[in-house]
Each structure stands twice: as C-alpha cells, then as structure tokens.
C-alpha cells in the first residue's frame, strides 16, 4: 500500500501534534478485468500513516489502500471511523464479489468478420451471416441469455487491409475470426490469429496450402482446392485429353491451386503443357496477349483459375478471338458457377459467350432447410435486405456462424470464463504503443478450437464436419456444370469416394475402392458451337516446328534402318513400319527423321532413348528394344517385331536324295578313316602273330586275316 501524507509529526489535534480528525472514506470498487490497487487521499491528521492506518505521530492520519476486483458495475461506499477496523472488511467484500463474478456468464460475446463487402462472395456472405447471427440470438436454445455479436471489417480485396481489419476486431476481444474469403489475405491474417491464441474459421479460402501444420487455429468450412482439383484431373482423364492449358490468377490461391491441379494430373500421367498466370489486377491487354500466345500451341484444353469476374472477360475476348469454337475446350473451376449463380438476372448475353463451357460447383444437398433459407433469401431480396443471389459461400458463411456459436456454447458450458491476458512480447516490444498493447492473447482459445474441431451438425451446405488429420470439411463434392441454351445445366456429379456419376453424392452408398473406370457417367455435354461430339482436344499449329524423330545409324544389320549413300533419306524395316503406320492417322504431322550415329560404329541405344527423355528428340524409330530401364523414361509403342533370341541363316533351297548323310563325308575324312583303319590293322597283327595261329602263315593270308 501507499502511504497517505500527514500534516505534523506529534500527538494533538488539527495541525497540532495531537490526533488527527479523520474525514469520512469512499472505496469505490469498479468493473475491470484485472486486480490493481488505487491510492486514497489521507485523512487531515498529523502524522504520516503508511497503508494499515498506522501513524508516525501518536494520532496519526490514516491511509487507506482500496482493491478493485472484476464485478459487474458494482458500487460500494463504505464509511469508516478507523482504517484498522474496516480494512479486513474490505478485503472480505473483494473476495465475495470476485468468486461471485466469475461464476457468473458474460452478457455478450464477440466474434469479428473480416471479408471484402463489395464482392461476388462478400456481398451473398454478409447478409447470409447477419442472417444466422440473427438466428443465433434469436434460439433460446443455444447462448442463452448471451448476445452474439459480429464485429465486421472490410479486406477491400487487399492483404494490408485485411491485416488491419484483423487487428481492429482484435481490439474488440473477439473469440474467434469468421473469413476471409481470399487466400491470400488468410496467409496473413492466419499468423496473427495464431499468435493471439484466436480460432479463424474461413468460408471461401479454398488455397490447398493453408494447412493445420503451419496455421493450427485455422479451419474452413468451405473445401479445399486440393479436392477441386481432383475432380478436375478425373474430368480431364474421362474425356481422354493428354494435356492442358493452365491459366491462372498470380497470387497465393491461384499458383497453389494449380501446383495441386499438377500433381493429380501427374498421378494419371497427364500434364500441364504451359502456365499462364494473369495479374492480380488484369485488364483487357493481359488477357489478349496471353491468349495470342496460347493460340499458337497445339493444346486446345484451357483450365482456367481465377477469382469470381462478372464480366467474364476471359471468355469474352477469346470469343473475339474465335477460340470458343468447336477445336477448343473451356473448363473452369467453381469461380464461374458462383459468379452465375450470384448474378441477377441473368445476362443473355453473357450465356451467348459461356456457350459449351464446362464448370464445377460445390455440390450443396437439396434438403428442406436449404428450400426454406432459399425462399427466404428471395423475400429479402424484393425487400432490399439483399443485393445478390445466394451462392455456395453464402451458406457456407451462415454455416460458419452456427458452427461459431455453438461452439462458444459448449465452450462457456465447460469452461465458463472468457478471459484475455495481455501478450509478454507485445508489452516488452511495445511498452509504449498503447495500441499494440490493446492486442490480447484468448486464454481459452486452445479449448475453443478444439471444440470446433469436434463440430458435427447438419447445416444449409449439409454435413459441418471437420477432418480431423487435415482439418478441413468433410468434402461433399462438386456437380459438373454446362452452359448450353442460355441455360446453366447439371450434366453430373463428382465425389472423392465414388468418382462422376448422374446422380448426387448422398444418393450414393459405395465403398471408396469399389469404383472404376467403367463406372463413371456424364450425361451428354454440349461443346463450343453446340456440338456434342467430344473436342480431340490438340491441333498441329501451323507455325510449330516439325517432329524431330531419332534414327538409329548402324554399322551392322542395316536392314532395319541405315541412311542411303550420298543422302539424307532413311529405309529399313523400322521406317516401313513408321510409314506404313502413318498412314493411319487422320491428319498430317510434319516431321523429319534425323540420324544418330556415325555409321561406323553401332550407336548407344540408351543415350538414345535419353535423348528422347530429354525432349532432344522428339520420338525414336529403330529396332530398340523394350527394357525396364527404358520403360521409366520414355513411353514405347506396341511391339512390331518377335521377342527373344533368334538366329538368323540364309535360307538355301536343296533336292532331297537318299545318299544325302553322305555329305558331311569329305575327301579328306575319307582319307582320315583310311588311314585309321590301317593303323588299327597292322596293331592288331603285331599283338596277336606271336600267340595267335590264324595270324601266321604266308604274307597274304596274314594280310586277309588282318584287314578282315
């Protein structure tokens, strides 16, 4: 305590030496959310008193130190002869009132909101989260007797200012952030969150990067692209085009966005042949140059990435172009059914140019709370409470609000206390920025989360339920959209568990591993110029460079391929073959054959085929043999020729005769077994003369007898 100040040092009355008259006290005790002591005035005795009412002098002055507790306005105004006496009184008063006040609930809770107003997105999510907050208050079964209070902040499309509107709501103690819709801005914002110990539970950040890793307080009740983007590789792969075209906005939801797109294409060995990426702020020029360049490649499949654009300039300018034309196909992510969907009315001439697009929509199940929310959004939008049409983000932000608010139900339930703690390293690095200090840590923001994280209700957009190994919502799909007619039609669905089919995910019950190929269904799509016939999806372009096609230049067995003396022109087997083959293609390809080797020395095959991985060469054609090794880094055509080990003999036509076992009989092995038969003979003779009569008598018979 602080000592109170005494007038004189001795015993007597006024300003004598004698006892002090003491003035009557007044302890008033506030709200506030800490403890703190307060200093009083001392009484006009002599004598300094110190904080127990305890003078220097015989009747000293008493000074009285006063707690204030956390209560709810009270105030109490105590009168007191002697400090000594009424200071435990006090104490006990304090004790009381703050047990008393933390058993008590809060009368308001506040949760703040930060997405661009004036959006495609922002303008369906506002009124749709008024909406469900509206909705919220208005349950006596969830927050009873408590308010919730939305706190809003316009990101107006820019990361500096969603990072301002983020420190502004948490100023005003929020205990949890709804949004934002941009990617980008929730990279931002995610950090902040995450150091104040805040939940973030995004609608429409759909960038496959925002991860439970990096950013532990964030979810989203909206799907990741890392789901969009499969569905868009399994629509690429069912149609039987190779590669694609990527156009994409430059930011944060776009380049990761596609890097997703990437690597599913690449798991069905598919690929993006080029990458377009547009400026945050395009404008018309971006647009044509960029077109111009793709016009001239062979890939005649563009997926295109962006954000919401009313004015669907891309596809308007391409029309100019004369790219929206049978030879091309358009595919676009969820983007352009919200923008549709938001639009009213509908522009004839804007469904003029989407003609045979083809789009994805997050799927939303039909349900009777989602009819009734849609007549309801209907009535206010005669009645001007609404400016847009409801899209898939405006009931993923009404969900939002639900999932929020009863979480913070289970959360006071639990818990009971909502409390903020100032930030240690704000306090230290900004002891004097009174605004920075105003920045406070949720102490139960850990237990919020986890609450969230437990959410399990069905909502306007279906089932709200969390993933718990990536934290992202339980994906129920997307349906395939096509423009066709001036109409938006739903020629099929695609979910992760059972890939497309003509009927909705729910209606489905199929194991994730019990689909295939042949299960997947489409009804029939309409295709720029309203054809249904399937694009080939590529052309020759005029003005590309030939095929350049690798040919093997032997020394040895050259009848499969060799160059011709004095030229440039291949024959052989191998280039039969490729001719012959060909032939069978519907249209020209340019080419040229180009040797590899000296023709003095057989070439390496392997360099070869890496020359052809390294995209050298073009192809290969030549007797080159189809080995694992080789199988890893090029794609080989079907074997025209037998496997194994041959030989190869001139074949030489010959009369059959009876006598022909005599041919490997040769003068000289005539001659050799002779020679050995005399050998044998005179052998013999020499061993058995002596012993053996029939061996003796005249020379010629000896000699009859030997041979014989």
Request: charged content about 20%; aromatic content about 10%.
């Amino acid at each position: 305590m602080e000592d109170g100040d005494g007038d004189g040092d001795g015993d007597g009355d006024g300003d004598g030496d004698g006892g002090g008259l003491i003035k009557q006290k007044a302890i008033e005790i506030f709200y506030s959310p800490v403890v703190n002591v307060r200093k009083m005035e001392d009484g006009d005795g002599d004598g300094d008193g110190d904080g127990d009412g305890d003078g220097d002098g015989d009747g000293g002055g008493d000074g009285l130190g006063v707690i204030s507790g956390s209560t709810h306005g009270c105030f109490i105004v105590v009168t007191m002869k002697h400090s000594v006496v009424v200071l435990p009184l006090v104490v006990l008063i304090w004790v009381f009132l703050n047990g008393c006040v933390y058993c008590q609930t809060p009368a308001g809770v506040n949760v703040g909101a930060i997405f661009t107003f004036n959006s495609v997105i922002g303008r369906a999510a506002r009124v749709a989260m008024k909406a469900a907050v509206a909705d919220v208050n208005a349950d006596p079964k969830i927050l009873k007797d408590i308010k919730l209070n939305l706190i809003e902040e316009d990101a107006n499309c820019s990361a500096f200012m969603g990072s301002v509107g983020a420190f502004k709501v948490l100023e005003e103690e929020v205990v949890a952030i709804i949004g934002p819709q941009s990617s980008a801005i929730a990279h931002m914002i995610s950090e902040i969150a995450n150091g104040l110990k805040v939940p973030q539970v995004s609608f429409a950040a759909t960038d496959p990067t925002l991860s439970a890793l990096q950013f532990p307080f964030f979810l989203r009740t909206t799907q990741s692209d890392f789901y969009q983007m499969a569905a868009m590789a399994d629509l690429v792969d069912f149609y039987g085009w190779k590669e694609v075209i990527a156009i994409f906005i430059d930011d944060d939801y776009g380049r990761n966005g596609i890097a997703a797109l990437d690597d599913e294409l690449e798991k069905k060995s598919l690929k993006i042949s080029h990458k377009f990426p547009l400026p945050i702020q395009f404008d018309v020029g971006n647009i044509t140059d960029m077109l111009n360049k793709s016009k001239v490649l062979s890939t005649r499949v563009y997926i295109v990435h962006v954000g919401p654009d009313p004015r669907f300039r891309i596809f308007t300018i391409a029309q100019k172009l004369e790219m929206m034309t049978n030879k091309y196909v358009w595919l676009a992510t969820d983007w352009l059914s919200t923008t549709l969907d938001s639009l009213t009315p509908m522009s004839q001439t804007s469904l003029h140019i989407l003609q045979g697009v083809v789009g994805l929509r997050q799927h939303i199940p039909d349900s009777s709370r989602k009819r009734a929310f849609v007549s309801r959004w209907k009535k206010m939008l005669q009645e001007g409470l609404a400016s847009s049409e409801l899209n898939t983000y405006g009931f993923h932000a009404y969900d939002t609000v639900w999932a929020v608010a009863h979480s913070i139900d289970k959360f006071i339930k639990e818990d009971g206390n909502i409390t903020f703690s100032p930030n240690d390293m704000l306090l230290k690095m900004n002891s004097t920025d009174r605004q920075m200090s105003n920045l406070k840590v949720f102490d139960g923001g850990s237990l919020l989360h986890r609450i969230l994280l437990q959410t399990n209700f069905t909502g306007l957009s279906g089932k709200v339920q969390f993933n718990q190994d990536n934290r992202n919502i339980v994906s129920d799909g997307y349906d395939v959209i096509n423009i066709d007619q001036m109409t938006v039609h739903t020629v099929g669905y695609w979910s992760n568990s059972s890939g497309f089919s003509v009927l909705p995910p729910e209606n489905l019950k199929r194991d994730q591993n019990s689909y295939s190929s042949l299960d997947q269904k489409l009804k029939n799509v309409t295709w720029p110029s309203g054809k249904t016939e399937t694009p080939r999806g590529w052309e020759i372009a005029n003005n590309e460079r030939p095929l350049r096609i690798g040919v093997p230049y032997r020394a040895s067995f050259v009848e499969f391929a060799t160059v011709l003396p004095n030229s440039h022109k291949m024959q052989g087997y191998c280039i039969d073959v490729f001719n012959a083959s060909r032939k069978y293609v519907p249209y020209d390809v340019p080419y040229i054959l180009e040797p590899f080797g000296d023709g003095h020395s057989n070439p390496n095959y392997y360099e070869l085929v890496q020359m052809v991985a390294n995209e050298v060469f073009d192809a290969a054609v030549g007797d080159i043999a189809i080995v694992t090794n080789r199988t890893k880094i090029v794609d080989f055509s079907q074997p025209y020729a037998t496997t194994g080990l041959v030989i190869v003999a001139p074949v030489r036509n010959s009369k059959s005769s009876a006598w022909v076992f005599l041919k490997p009989f040769t003068v000289e092995m005539w001659c050799v077994i002779g020679a050995s038969f005399v050998v044998i003979a005179v052998v013999i003779w020499i061993l058995e003369h002596r012993v053996n009569k029939d061996f003796r008598g005249p020379p010629k018979r000896q000699l009859i007898t030997m041979f014989l």
